[in-house]
């Protein structure tokens, strides 16, 4: 049975009483900065390194698919290279997000894990590699207070998990690694913060061009990925606590812009396996949610054999979600608290 299409008002109607987990994928950036998107990520990385071409061939722009294609650990190297690297010089300047998108996206948030949902408030997953998310949460965290587990010298603690709510599950630009270990090596996660005269995408510009490349999961399998993630202990970590915190009956899971592919079985595994309420917002409903009818049917399964109750899915049209400030202007908020 296909899952039943309802409106993103009557979504967060059902949630009113529930813990709100919110899941952000590419979508989420596309839909404010096109750039983002493979087809022009490919011809910026090509116009950088014109031998990734031939890695691409009968791939299009897909850089998934060209990974999973890649013949060689140099070639895979390459090509990951190629899009961190397009990511950082595509990537706009922090005034590129008026104040009123900052404002918008951050009653948008609130919906979720905004400090208004006390005590029901969420966490925020995303596994978007660019600096939106961050930008915002900088501008209103005040309000927000939606921490991301990094102290004010920007060193992430794994102790501070538990007052963590943004997660990063793919890593992000802003996000290293240094290996401060003397004797024996010691991998240290740490953000790049604000500096006056240096702006974010500008530093991330200068790690690269010295060879320090991001934290970054972009292998082309879900099997890969997994092997990326398991080596990097704040990537296991983060990812260990969005099944934790999808392990509860209180709570719901929105998708918002996240495709939510094959290639991210190892997040798709872990929808099914949590919580019992998922909301998909889907980008072009015209297809139907095809992706979203093919996971509720293997999510069904794999939980009756379980013996897990029923999944209760619903699909939303993500167009109703008033994440960004059209044309910079500052719509009203509806509904008191909630977007």
């Not at 950082?88 to 996206?105: I, K, Q, T, Y």
Request: proline share 5%.
């Amino acid at each position: 049975m296909e899952p039943e299409w309802i409106s993103f008002d009557e979504a967060k109607a059902q949630t009113e009483a529930k813990r709100r987990h919110l899941l952000l994928g590419n979508g989420f950036s596309i839909s404010k900065h096109r750039s983002f998107a493979y087809d022009r990520l490919y011809d910026e990385a090509v116009r950088g390194d014109a031998a990734l071409e031939p890695l691409f061939a009968g791939h299009g722009t897909n850089f998934e698919a060209a990974l999973e294609a890649a013949e060689s650990a140099e070639d895979r190297i390459r090509i990951r290279k190629g899009l961190v690297a397009a990511i950082g010089r595509v990537h706009p300047r922090r005034g590129f997000l008026s104040p009123a998108d900052c404002e918008s996206c951050g009653q948008f948030l609130e919906a979720f894990a905004g400090r208004v949902r006390e005590p029901r408030r969420g966490r925020v997953f995303t596994t978007n590699y660019d600096l939106f998310l961050y930008w915002v949460l900088m501008q209103r965290q005040t309000r927000l207070k939606l921490y991301d587990g990094f102290d004010n010298d920007g060193i992430w603690h794994e102790g501070l998990l538990d007052t963590t709510f943004v997660f990063y599950l793919h890593g992000a630009l802003h996000h290293f690694e240094e290996n401060i270990g003397r004797l024996k090596p010691i991998m240290r996660q740490y953000k790049l913060l604000w500096q006056e005269g240096l702006d974010l995408p500008r530093q991330v510009r200068l790690h690269i061009a010295r060879g320090n490349f991001p934290v970054f999961v972009s292998e082309g399998t879900s099997a890969e990925k997994r092997h990326s993630i398991r080596a990097n202990p704040y990537l296991r970590k983060v990812n260990k606590r969005f099944a934790k915190h999808l392990d509860d009956p209180e709570a719901a899971l929105f998708t918002v812009g996240h495709s939510l592919s094959k290639v991210d079985e190892h997040i798709t595994d872990a929808i099914g396996a949590g919580t019992a309420a998922v909301y998909i917002g889907v980008y072009k409903p015209l297809d139907g949610g095809a992706r979203a009818n093919e996971l509720a049917a293997a999510w069904a399964e794999k939980r009756k054999c379980a013996g897990q109750p029923p999944l209760y899915l619903r699909l939303f049209n993500t167009a109703e979600c008033p994440i960004w400030a059209p044309d910079g202007v500052l719509q009203p908020r509806r509904g008191g608290r909630d977007v």
